[in-house]
Each structure stands twice: as structure tokens, then as C-alpha cells.
């Protein structure tokens, strides 16, 4: 009964701050009550003059939940001006937009492998002025080579990597992407050290923190990241305990709606 009263409560609120802090409420209104739409949809919203270009309800409350909630930013230390910010699964950029206006004479990478939603990142990245955001189409993973990524028709936000041989659903279509190892990502985008390393890769953030060397970790100040239970043998515990063995303090959120999912942030001290 708790757990639903939250999120009852979360709704009615995030109902609220949307109609609070966007301000074309009729593409609001099309957004989420309307017919589906094949298009990009353009959020103006309060903050900053801040606009987003989004395709779906799920990248619009993404935009939510990055840009009005501030959820990486709320569990993790203030972004320093000139810190070096990498965005793992940076979709269609709700954090590097994020991370930009927090850090302007810092750096902004933003790593994502599903085409189309890069696409969208980068005029986000270009509608609203941000000089220091760099992006790449690649996907990060334990080590580098290829993997094949399953994309959703209808939320391509929630496209997942899979190292198994069963056929796409209906609902979606598979693609071989390009992968690098954490190791690999920071030779290509050449940082000593990385401040702060966001990550949301729908479940494989286990597969790219837990097969790095202590070297590579040891090279990154602070990890916040959004971690699926899927499994028994992948839990949010067993990730902050290993994060800790390396060197890391950690604390831990539960998020407000999906008992799977949790936010979790290590630093160094």
C-alpha cells in the first residue's frame, strides 16, 4: 500500500510539473493524450528557454525526469563548471542538456548506440546552443567488438543490448552495433580522468563496471547510474559491493514507481 500511495502521489506531482514548467502545453496534450505520431514533437520548456525535440511519451517523461526531476543530478554531488562528464546511453541527450548547463567550460560526451535516437541528441545538442557536448554512435560494453542491440518500434529509449539467438518480437527489430570497453572509450575520447560517469544502458551496466581492471575504475571520481534487477545474480547489493571493493563510497535510491530499478551513486572521497 505504500509503495502505490508513492506512486500515485509521484504522478499527480510529475502531472503538475509539466504543466508548470512546459510551456506548449498543446504539444504537451498531443504528446501523451494524442494519436501516435511518427515525427519529432518540440518541447519548449520554462528552464532556461530549454527546447526538446522528442518522438515518444517514454523520451518525453525521460525529459522529465532529467530536466524538471533532475533525478542524476538530485543523487549525485553538485556538477562542477569544468569537470569532464561522460553519459553512457545518453539517448536522446535529456542528460547531456543536463550536464552541459551545469558544466560550460567542462566536457560533455555522450556515447549511444541506436542511430535514431543519436540523431535526435544532436539537434537537441544544436536547438539549444551547447558548445561542449561531443557524441559518438557507439555502444560501451565489456570489451570491444559487436553486439547486437533490439530496438522497440514504439520506445526506442528502451532499446536493449542481447547476446542471445531468438527473433525479434513484432514490436521491435535487431541491428549489430559497435562496442568499446570502458578502457577503449577513454583512450578514443583521450581523458586522464573522468568526474563523473552517468550510465543507463538498460541492464548491462553490470557487464561494462564489473569487467574493468582496477586501473580503468580508478580513473573515474564518481559513477551514478540507473541499475535494473533482472536477474537473482545481478542486484543493485552485489553492484554497490563491488563498486566499494574498488574503492568507491556508495548509497542507493529506489525509484519512485519500478521496484526493479534503482539509482545508485559511488565517489571517491
Given at each position: ?224 547510474l540507473e541499475v535494473h534487477e533482472r536477474r537473482p545474480e545481478k542486484t543493485v547489493a552485489q553492484l554497490g559491493q563491488f563498486l566499494e571493493s574498488m574503492g568507491y563510497k556508495t548509497r542507493c535510491h529506489e525509484n519512485y514507481v519500478h521496484n526493479h530499478l534503482y539509482y545508485l551513486y559511488a565517489w571517491r572521497e
Amino acid at each position: 500500500m505504500k509503495r502505490f500511495l508513492r506512486k500515485v502521489a509521484y504522478y499527480l506531482c510529475s502531472v503538475v510539473l509539466l504543466l508548470v514548467c512546459v510551456k506548449n502545453w498543446s504539444t504537451l496534450f498531443s504528446i501523451f493524450l494524442g494519436k501516435a505520431y511518427t515525427g519529432l514533437r518540440w518541447l519548449k520548456l520554462r528552464r532556461a528557454n530549454l527546447t526538446m525535440a522528442v518522438t515518444t511519451k517514454m523520451e518525453a517523461w525521460s525529459v522529465k525526469e532529467s530536466l524538471l526531476d533532475r533525478f542524476y543530478t538530485r543523487y549525485s554531488d553538485p556538477i562542477q563548471a569544468n569537470w569532464t562528464i561522460v553519459d553512457i546511453g545518453a539517448s536522446i541527450g535529456e542528460f547531456c542538456v543536463e550536464a552541459a548547463l551545469q558544466a560550460p567550460d567542462g566536457r560533455v560526451i555522450a556515447f549511444e548506440p541506436n542511430p535514431g535516437s543519436i540523431n535526435i541528441l544532436r539537434q537537441n545538442v544544436r536547438v539549444n546552443s551547447l558548445k561542449n557536448v561531443e557524441s559518438y554512435n557507439v555502444g560501451i560494453w565489456k570489451e570491444k567488438g559487436e553486439i547486437t542491440l533490439e530496438i522497440k518500434h514504439d520506445e526506442s529509449i528502451q532499446a536493449r543490448t542481447l547476446d542471445c539467438d531468438k527473433d525479434a518480437g513484432p514490436d521491435s527489430r535487431r541491428t549489430t552495433i559497435p562496442v568499446l570497453s570502458l578502457n577503449e572509450m577513454m583512450k578514443l575520447i583521450d581523458a586522464d580522468k573522468i568526474d563523473l560517469l552517468k550510465i543507463d544502458t538498460e541492464g548491462t551496466e553490470f557487464e561494462i563496471l564489473m569487467s574493468q581492471p582496477t586501473e580503468v575504475l580508478g580513473r573515474i571520481e564518481r559513477i551514478i547510474l540507473e541499475v535494473h534487477e533482472r536477474r537473482p545474480e545481478k542486484t543493485v547489493a552485489q553492484l554497490g559491493q563491488f563498486l566499494e571493493s574498488m574503492g568507491y563510497k556508495t548509497r542507493c535510491h529506489e525509484n519512485y514507481v519500478h521496484n526493479h530499478l534503482y539509482y545508485l551513486y559511488a565517489w571517491r572521497e
